[in-house]
């Protein structure tokens, strides 16, 4: 930027010989202080007045006074030319504001020189006022432009709130709906929502105390029209200028839309989509906050599982259960209060969770007035199901959320297991846990054996000898499966089996007891004994599993066993499942060679018309049906019956549970082809079981 300087001198060689000296900038001249007046009104942007003190009309200092006088000349820098002997003059010309004096008379280069200075000094003011009028203009662009919301405040102390300075941009106003005004009048606690208070204030007092220096939340704020507009708000401490020492900048993000999506997604995790309640993600969240905060309340969980809805549906179709099912959330929905919230965890489970309650009595009362709505609910639609209650106790705070629903099933399930009725209570208690323990132990105890580990648990089978009754040689025996375990001994299989058939577990365990049973086969073969059938029970999981027949080919010809010494023996119940599919794998079996006998014959539901179409061997006629031999007359001629039934479908006949003499000579006058039973022997381990055969084959 050039400079211009202002000669005011009535000496014009003075002005000649200045003007000559500083030929590099643009020069005027003056001869007095009226005309220097004037020239400096004229033209603008005079950087510096070489100003003498001693001048006709107007002197120097009068000039210096106007100069003073007028904020237009502010910037102007004022060099006052004195005589030598003048120091009261410069002194006074200081005073006035003049930067610099210089002595008359004038010695050039010394005026050159500081000139030169004070040009310099000039431009750096001038570079610096540029630099802060671009940043000025660059802030307030931004200030204004930007799409986010921005409240900048300055205030002296957190009481009063009239000391205070505050700007936002045209963003915060568009996002909120809030002016400036308005945020001044009310402040932003105010309009802020109340639930997102608390937050806010807490983090907004720590950075007023310096604790922190900036937070940021998701909060509502509360428009002019009582609408909510949710942001995302950063806030940051700033530098205290002057006075103001609590000042923060308040920058927010409209994130309404998002929000309103996060929520809407939210409702859909935490509801069923059909009945609107809270489903079970929301009820092991709200359990495991509550695991937090109660401690000391009673709690119960009450579940509500109805039965027979599947086969409704495949009834009456899907509409019509569904309706159902909304129709029981209603009427239970009525039963809720403060203290009992409803959740559906299940398309046909319901759980109360009910707090604060007196004592067990009043969890009964409310369980019954839960029976007594749903019975009314489903009188023509014969739908039944157990209440689980399930007591939570300090203790069971500290249990996985997991633990605790699966024990509130197990009261439900068992609860519309144990008793024929509509609906019925069954708490969850010791008794229960003690049956599920056992389970778990068992299972755990199952999974080391499939997978070899060394535990000192074992399974094993023992033999029970059958008998051909037309001969009375032991023509068979059937093989038993026992679980030996260190903690609670020799396990049932009456109890092992179902639990290994829940768990999937009979799989694995199935293919040990079919290489065990083979084994023993061959065994007996080595010793001669070439027409020993051994059975081998089958559970149906096994049989439905997909290469259940690929498996057991496949180990036969490993073990290269005897197909005719192999009977399969499997529960009539199986038939009710998949009938067709489960004739065809045993017609398979028994095309091969093997033996097929139905077990347990006589409690399942199989059809006379059935029966005949079975591709069965031989029938096990249930113990049932032998203890009722026992009984002076009653029964008696069923199981004669089942014998000549079985002999003219084309199935030979085994009685299983023979204990007494008087059994036996019925079953043989009635033709009965073999029996298996206590009266011959008890199941044997497998070296007793050789032994036996050996002493009747003496
Ligand atoms: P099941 O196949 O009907 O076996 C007959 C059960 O009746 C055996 O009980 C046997 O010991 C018992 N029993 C036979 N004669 C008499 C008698 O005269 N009096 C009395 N009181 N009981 C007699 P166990 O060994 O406890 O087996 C029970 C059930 O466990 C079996 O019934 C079978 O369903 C199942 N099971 C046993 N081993 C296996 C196996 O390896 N696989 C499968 N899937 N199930 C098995
Ligand atoms: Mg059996
Ligand atoms: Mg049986």
Not at 448 to 463: C, G, H, V
Request: hydrophobic content about 40%; aromatic content about 8%.
């Amino acid at each position: 930027m050039p400079i211009k300087i202002l000669i005011a001198d009535d000496s014009a060689s003075d002005r000649m010989i200045i003007k000559s000296m500083l030929s590099e900038y643009t020069i005027l001249t003056a001869c007095d202080g009226m005309e220097a007046m004037q020239v400096l009104e004229r033209d603008e942007g005079i950087n510096i007045l070489i100003l003498d003190i001693n001048m006709p009309n107007m002197n120097g200092f009068q000039v210096l006074e106007s100069l003073n006088n007028d904020e237009g000349f502010r910037k102007i820098r004022t060099i006052v030319l004195t005589n030598q002997d003048e120091l009261d003059n410069e002194i006074r010309g200081l005073e006035l504001g003049a930067v610099d004096y210089i002595r008359k008379p004038i010695h050039m280069a010394s005026l050159k020189a500081r000139i030169d200075v004070h040009v310099a000094l000039l431009r750096a003011e001038q570079a610096l006022e540029q630099q802060l009028d671009e940043q000025t203009l660059t802030f307030d662009m931004v200030f204004e432009q930007a799409p986010i919301g921005i409240a900048i405040t300055y205030r002296s102390d957190s009481e009063n709130s009239t000391n205070t300075i505050i700007r936002i941009n045209k963003a915060y106003e568009q996002i909120t709906g809030i002016t400036k005004e308005d945020l001044i009048e009310s402040g932003w606690v105010k309009l802020t929502h109340l639930d997102d208070l608390e937050e806010d204030m807490n983090n907004f007092t720590k950075l007023q105390a310096g604790e922190i220096n900036s937070y940021s939340m998701e909060k509502r704020y509360i428009k002019p029209d009582g609408s909510l507009v949710w942001v995302h708000m950063v806030v940051a401490a700033l530098a205290p200028i002057r006075k103001y020492k609590l000042n923060h900048i308040c920058l927010i993000q409209d994130i309404t839309e998002r929000k309103q999506i996060e929520i809407e997604r939210k409702y859909l995790s935490e509801h069923d989509r059909w009945t609107g309640l809270y489903n079970r993600e929301y009820l092991e969240d709200f359990l495991a906050k509550d695991a937090k905060h109660k401690l000391w309340s009673k709690r119960a969980l009450i579940s509500i599982n109805l039965s027979s809805i599947q086969s409704l549906t495949a009834n009456y179709g899907f509409i019509y259960t569904q309706g159902l099912i909304k129709r029981t959330s209603q009427v239970l929905m009525q039963l809720c209060s403060n203290n009992r919230l409803l959740f559906q965890t299940h398309e046909s489970r319901f759980v109360f969770y009910f707090s604060d309650y007196r004592d067990k009595k009043e969890l009964i009362e409310f369980c019954d007035a839960i029976a007594d709505t749903l019975e009314s609910l489903f009188a023509t639609d014969r739908i039944g199901g157990g209440i689980g209650v399930l007591e939570i106790d300090q203790d069971q705070n500290k249990l996985e959320i997991d633990i605790l629903l699966r024990r509130l099933l197990i009261a439900s399930e068992r609860s519309i297991s144990m008793f024929g009725k509509y609906f019925e209570i069954c708490f969850y208690d010791e008794i229960l846990e003690d049956i599920v323990s056992r389970e778990r132990f068992i299972i755990e105890a199952l999974t080391a054996i499939t997978t070899d580990t060394n535990t000192n648990d074992e399974l094993f089978l023992q033999y029970h000898p059958i008998m051909n009754l037309e001969t009375g040689t032991i023509c068979g025996f059937e093989a038993l499966a026992r679980l030996n375990t260190n903690k609670h001994g020799l396990i049932s299989p009456v109890e092992f089996i179902p639990v290994a058939e829940k768990s999937k577990l009979i799989i694995p365990i199935g293919e040990k007891v079919i290489v065990k049973a083979f084994n023993f086969i061959n065994k007996l073969m080595e010793l001669g004994y070439n027409d020993i059938v051994v059975s081998i029970n089958i559970s149906p999981i096994q049989l439905l599993s997909p290469n259940f027949t690929d498996r057991l080919f496949e180990l036969i010809d490993q073990m290269q066993v005897n197909l005719r010494n192999i009977s399969i023996e499997i529960t009539e119940s199986v038939f009710a499942s998949d009938y067709e599919y489960i004739n065809n794998i045993i017609e398979v079996l028994r095309d091969a060679g093997m033996h097929i006998s139905i077990d347990d014959f006589g409690t399942g539901y199989s059809s006379l018309s059935r029966v005949k179409e079975l591709k069965v061997d031989s029938l096990k006629i249930d113990k049932s049906f032998i203890d009722n031999l026992l009984d002076p007359d009653q029964n008696k001629a069923i199981t004669g019956d089942i014998i000549s039934m079985a002999h003219k479908l084309g199935h030979s006949t085994i009685a299983e549970g023979v204990e007494y003499e008087e059994q036996k000579e019925y079953l043989k006058k009635h033709g009965c082809d073999k029996i298996q039973g206590y009266l011959m022997s008890k199941p044997l381990d497998e070296k007793d079981a050789i032994e036996f055969l050996q002493k009747c084959y003496k």
